[in-house]
């Protein structure tokens, strides 16, 4: 330790009193502390030296030295800097930073643990934003630069329009786009009738599911529909692949269309190209890959997104192009971007389906056009998406009468929007089981607990040490009451080793009391579940006389008050079936 302060102070003495040594640039903090008499000693540096703060020996200046007295009149940079430098000079480029929220963008001046307008802790992202000068606008500014003289430039070609003058002579069955074929059906049923002129569509889901699959074949099924005229039907965008890329996914889906390609990510560009050729509907993949130039930020910001959508939104209803999007989504399942993206557009869809499956179901969460309980089933061939025949049996399992494994086998009737499904519900009682707790697939792990609660109170069957395992088939989640009394009988089954005879089915919503409870559109689904050959059907009480007047002849509709009534028609049930068995065995014998 001596022997380095020695070196130390001896390289200090040297570095003053020889200005011009090696020692300098290694210790050039030093020379601040010199006295005023022996500082005159070293060379000032020149005029070039403090403008670009770098000196022969080295980069002796922390910060860079302006010359003051080297400024001319009228000049826009007189330090000479560029970049982050001048912005920090310069008063007029300061950079002002912003607090945003990424799940509703609420947009506030400082930051917040919980955004105040939206309650979710831990949204506020910071950004830094240069004030709006004549040459940086926004997203809606740039669009009227972007699109030129279609626009209405003076305010007389402004005025308010009666809504009767707006529906004389309109069309609203001939109005949408249609979508031809059985896939165009189902997507425009989910759309309320077909594609909307100068609509704004976001389309989200997980990577890999299928959206610039099923955005192509769209494209595909719109060009068709004039494929003889010589106007541009459908142009397709995309930032994210390129020509070729594109036309490979078109061969191998058999795509031959006149669709017009275009692969760029500036949003003006984007809108100059379009609008040079009047299309009917633009198809963008995807808003986070786009950018406005005038707008701060990199592409998929929380600003490039909102002021994209904004540009797009303000293009789509002036010039009545219908704008098709494309959004990635986060871990949780939400469209990546601020909430403020979602409120934008005018129709939300979602594409949902699990990762080793080939269903897919297209579901509208928003939709100003038409109704959100539509739903479209659709399954991933080589040749694209296509529709599933008959998606009430999509989850069911092959199941045989014989067969041992039928024990603890429950068919639910699920409605998603105006889709009927029958699910497949599986169970396991163990007892003794290595795992303590109760595990569930598909079904939420609260609602299995208490269904397995009220088992215990209400119908009498000791589960206390039993660890009961649910699944769904197929990756469904059962999310609505109506599989309640389903799950109920699986548990049942498994617990007592009896399987359920084939050709059942269970709907119902249990209480806490045990009791059985009615369910929405009760009819359609006994309906449904008649029309695929079953032979009973298990239903609330009270809605069995509703069901008497839907001519069920062919199938039987057997009505329980609670859960101690549909324990004690199974235990009937199988004791009849055993008495059969032993009828049987004694014949043999």
């Not at 005038?294 to 998929?300: K, N």
Request: net charge neutral; glycine share 8%; charged share 20%.
């Amino acid at each position: 330790m001596t022997r380095l302060l020695r070196t130390i102070l001896i390289t200090h003495k040297l570095h003053l009193h020889y200005p011009k040594c090696i020692f300098r640039p290694l210790l050039s903090h030093y020379s601040a502390t010199a006295d005023s008499s022996e500082a005159d000693l070293t060379d000032k540096p020149t005029n070039e030296t403090a403008t670009t703060g770098w000196s022969r020996y080295g980069n002796i200046y922390a910060h860079p030295v302006v010359q003051q007295s080297d400024h001319r009149d009228g000049d826009e940079n007189p330090s000479g800097l560029r970049g982050n430098d001048a912005a920090a000079v310069k008063k007029k480029g300061k950079v002002k930073a912003q607090w945003v929220c990424s799940d509703c963008g609420h947009t506030t001046g400082r930051w917040w643990g919980t955004c105040p307008e939206c309650d979710v802790t831990g949204t506020m992202q910071e950004f830094h934003e240069s004030k709006l000068t004549d040459k940086s606008r926004g997203g809606l500014a740039i669009t009227e630069d972007a699109v030129g003289s279609w626009l209405p430039r003076r305010p007389e070609e402004l005025r308010l329009v009666k809504l009767e003058e707006v529906n004389r002579g309109f069309n609203h069955d001939k109005w949408r786009i249609p979508l031809s074929g059985s896939l165009g059906n189902e997507i425009s049923t989910v759309l309320g009738g077909g594609l909307v002129p100068g609509s704004l569509t976001l389309v989200g889901g997980d990577p890999g599911i299928g959206k610039s699959t099923l955005l192509l074949q769209i494209s595909a099924m719109i060009a068709n529909e004039h494929s003889d005229d010589e106007t541009p039907r459908v142009v397709y965008v995309s930032g994210e692949e390129s020509l070729k890329q594109i036309c490979a996914r078109a061969d191998r889906l058999g795509i031959k269309s006149n669709i017009y390609l275009y692969s760029s990510t500036d949003i003006e560009d984007i809108l100059r190209k379009t609008h040079g050729l009047s299309p009917c509907a633009l198809v963008v993949d995807s808003i986070q890959t786009v950018y406005l130039n005038t707008v701060i930020g990199s592409a998929g910001g929380i600003t490039q997104v909102k002021e994209c959508t904004a540009a797009l939104m303000r293009f789509a209803k002036t010039t009545n192009i219908s704008v098709i999007l494309i959004g990635h989504v986060t871990k949780s399942g939400e469209i990546a971007g601020p909430r403020v993206l979602e409120h934008i557009v005018d129709v939300v869809l979602y594409m949902e389906g699990e990762k080793h499956s080939p269903y897919r179901m297209l579901r509208a969460v928003k939709n100003r056009f038409g109704s959100t309980d539509e739903l479209a089933v659709l399954e991933m061939s080589q040749s694209g998406l296509q529709v599933v025949s008959n998606a009430s049996e999509m989850f069911l399992t092959q199941q045989h009468s014989d067969s041992n494994v039928l024990a603890g086998l429950a068919i639910a009737v699920i409605m998603d929007g105006t889709r009927t499904f029958l699910v497949e519900i599986q169970a396991l009682c163990l007892t003794h089981s290595p795992v303590s707790s109760s595990q569930s697939n598909g079904i939420h792990l609260n609602k299995a607990n208490i269904i397995k609660c009220v088992l215990i109170k209400q119908a009498g069957l000791h589960l206390q040490d039993n660890a009961v395992f649910l699944n769904v088939v197929g990756g469904f989640q059962v999310t609505e009451t109506a599989g309640d009394l389903a799950i109920a009988a699986a548990i049942c089954s498994s617990f007592l080793e009896f399987p359920i005879p084939e050709g059942t089915a269970f709907i119902g919503e249990i209480g806490l009391g045990g009791e059985l409870r009615m369910v929405p559109r009760i009819d359609k689904r006994v309906n449904t579940v008649a029309k695929l050959g079953y032979r009973m059907c298990v239903v609330p009480k009270q809605a069995e006389k509703l069901l008497e007047t839907e001519g069920l002849e062919e199938m039987k509709v057997v009505g329980c008050k609670d859960l101690k009534e549909m324990h004690t028609l199974w235990l009937k049930y199988r004791k009849r079936c055993t008495d059969l068995v032993l009828s049987d065995l004694s014949y043999l014998i």
